[in-house]
């Protein structure tokens, strides 16, 4: 089956760096997203990786290891407007995104 | 302003009672998906369309219907064969064909709570 694995919940405090995980296990791969979603708002796109290594964007960046079947997403100078639920999706092989539950991260000033 | 709209906001319906949710986008995307959304789960794909009078079941179909009549808009009925309709519904667009990067854009979402 396909699986997509993040931590449920992670906290942080206000101007420190978070790494939020993914592991996957998908029939095959097109590449692998990262939405952002506040709580009863719709999801927003973050960052998309479908080569190995690390695309930084601003205070955001997200690194992928096809091998490992593994990505993060890793957020620097944390603000308190970054509480929010954080899902990881993988495109598999039918061009179909498989989503993860999320991780909620709650920031602490 | 391109983007999603989905309305209501918020709908309340009676067991029993069948209920369609809307969801329109200007963005002149190929594609539209509709997605469920649970506590603690993630995003589960209902239905989806990648061109206008033709759309595929996706992991969770059974008792959903959708028509795709019009490229803008991609309405589903929540019919009352589906046993645990309660859930926050989640329509998205995306472009067709630029593989690898289709990203997807969502509306605002319904939250559909049945009494």
């Known amino acids: 089956g396909q699986n997509i694995d993040q931590p449920t919940e992670m906290t942080a405090t206000e101007g420190a760096i978070v790494q939020i995980n993914c592991t996957y296990q998908t029939s095959g791969f097109n590449g692998l997203f990262w939405y952002q979603q506040h709580a009863g708002e719709a999801p927003t796109f973050l960052s998309y990786?479908?080569l190995d290594g690390l695309e930084e964007k601003g205070r955001f960046s997200s690194f992928l290891s096809r091998s490992k079947g593994y990505s993060y997403l890793l957020l620097k100078e944390l603000q308190m407007k970054d509480s929010a639920s954080y899902l990881c999706a993988v495109m598999d092989s039918n061009y179909q995104l498989i989503w993860g539950a999320g991780t909620k991260l709650i920031i602490k000033p | 302003d391109g983007g999603i709209t989905q309305s209501p906001k918020y709908l309340f319906r009676k067991e029993g009672q069948n209920v369609t949710l809307s969801c329109e986008q200007n963005l002149n995307h190929d594609a539209m998906y509709w997605y469920r959304q649970d506590p603690g789960q993630g995003l589960r794909l209902i239905y989806y369309s990648q061109i206008v009078n033709d759309f595929q079941k996706g992991d969770i179909a059974e008792g959903y219907s959708v028509s795709r009549e019009k490229k803008e808009s991609f309405p589903l009925t929540v019919t009352s064969a589906q046993k645990n309709p309660t859930a926050f519904y989640l329509c998205?667009?995306?472009?067709?064909?630029?593989?690898?990067?289709?990203?997807?854009?969502f509306g605002p979402g319904t939250r559909l709570t049945v009494l």
């Open positions: 990786n479908v």
């Open positions: 998205a667009s995306s472009r067709v064909g630029e593989i690898p990067h289709n990203e997807q854009f």
